[in-house]
């Protein structure tokens, strides 16, 4: 039955920390090319290929951490072929591969849009999501659209899912007023310094790239956080918890330039937490 996991996938490029059979892989890689509801700049798209194809420029030792990537056991599954034009569509393609993921394994995804979430946190059903972005993404919907980039985080808690939402720093009146209404924490970067990571549970983190500073992303704001401030937030809610899966989304950049760079090292970052956890 395991072939079913490639129903709805394809290969377009290679990553250089795939080299395990999915059986014994602690790690599943999917790349979602999905922005039909992308507002601002579009093209994230071309994330996964960008983030991929970037990879092969960063090395494989991680300093800070003393792993070497070279020896993670991960498996990349490919891209979704996403329905152009269609959340809808596009969703159950994502809920009917993963209801195929073996279980025991971390899925990590790249977008493609912020809404792609969504599918994901629901097949996955985290106890918390920790949504690391500029915008709280808590609209009741976008010119219509509930299936929205702008709503993810909105269809996600009416789901029943607990969440954080961290650096944000742009967001409606709408959203502010369903934040404090339902008792959803928004952290501004100011804020991050001093935010006390929950502690024993089993998480999801969702990084919409327009939380950090002068990185090409579909709606980027002034006044984010820097790369080493996320890298130290998000290896403190690894050490402390389960990370169940987690996506890096909204990347609008070529694979030649340095906003690709910055989202394949973050992944890599991010992975060496992952493994030194389970280590």
């Known amino acids: 039955m395991l072939e079913d996991l490639y129903f709805y996938t394809y290969r377009k490029c290679y990553f250089p920390l795939d080299g395990t059979p999915l059986e014994e892989a ?23 290929t960008s983030i991929r194809l970037s990879s092969f420029e960063l090395e494989l030792f991680d300093i800070g951490t003393g792993i070497d990537l070279s020896e993670l056991k991960l498996h990349d ?29 971390t899925l990590i995804s790249i977008g493609g849009e912020h809404s792609v979430s969504l599918p994901i946190v629901e097949a996955l059903d985290p106890e918390l999501v920790i949504s690391l972005d500029a915008h709280p993404d808590l609209r009741d919907d976008y010119m219509g659209v ?6 993810v985080m909105r269809r996600i808690h009416e789901n029943g899912t607990d969440m954080k939402i961290l650096g944000v720093r742009e967001g409606s009146r709408e959203e502010y007023d369903y934040a404090i209404e339902s008792g959803i924490d928004l952290k501004p970067p100011s804020a991050m310094s001093t935010y006390k990571v929950p502690k024993n549970k089993d998480i999801y983190i969702s990084i919409d790239l327009d939380v950090f500073d002068n990185v090409d992303v ?16 998000i290896k403190n809610v690894i050490k402390k918890n389960n990370v169940v899966g987690m996506d890096i989304v909204e990347l609008c950049s070529q694979p030649n330039e340095n906003s690709s760079y910055f989202a394949a090292k973050l992944l890599y970052k991010t992975l060496a937490y992952m493994q030194m956890h389970k280590s």
């Open 26 to 48: 602690d790690f599943c890689l999917m790349g979602i090319p999905f922005d039909s509801t992308q507002t601002g700049r579009t093209g994230s798209r071309y994330g996964p």
């Open 77 to 105: 599954i490919g891209d979704l072929d996403c329905v152009p034009g269609s959340p809808e569509g596009t969703y159950e393609r994502i809920k009917d591969t993963l209801r195929f993921l073996p279980e025991n394994k």
């Open 146 to 151: 509930r299936l929205s980039h702008s709503s």
């Open 218 to 233: 579909g709606n980027p704001v002034p006044g984010g956080i820097d790369f080493n401030e996320g890298c130290e937030l």
